[in-house]
């Protein structure tokens, strides 16, 4: 066998339809497109999911269930517990000093004091929200609970 003997199998190729190139062709005049309408104008192809125009089904229903509330405050959550090792007798908790000590990322940030933990030092906390439980254990370790500065 040599190189100019290989050819396809009899009957495994086709020419291409040269469509729009005249009668003789077979698909002269409007190309295999038909006579009128969106499909027959160029540019006629429409997306997947469109509808003539009409809102289509995936725009219509709502993409998640629910309701998000954009006015919705989201708190960084710290224990009594974690204060109690962090800070020494008679200190002042605020965002500064909790960002200060890694405890959250900035400073102004909203903090909530949640009442996990023991607390053992009299500590001043000066932060957004304060739970009742954590307010009671400060205020019986002799500590007070300020408005935030």
Known sequence: MQLHDLAPAPGSTKNR???????????GKTAGRGYNGQKSRAGGAKSNGF?????????RLPKLPG??????VEYVPVN?????ALYNDGDVVDGQSLADKGVIKR????????????????????????SGTAATKIE???GRVEAPC
């Open 107 to 130: 400073a102004d940030m909203f903090v909530k004091v949640l009442g996990d933990g023991e607390l053992t030092k009299k500590l001043t906390v000066k932060v957004d929200k304060v």
């Open 17 to 27: 339809k040269r469509k729009g190139r005249g009668h003789g062709s077979g698909l």
């Open 67 to 72: 309701f998000k509330n954009i006015n919705r």
């Open 80 to 84: 009594v517990g974690r204060i109690d």
């Open 51 to 59: 509808e003539g125009g009409q809102t289509p089904l995936a725009r």
């Open 140 to 142: 019986a370790a002799g």
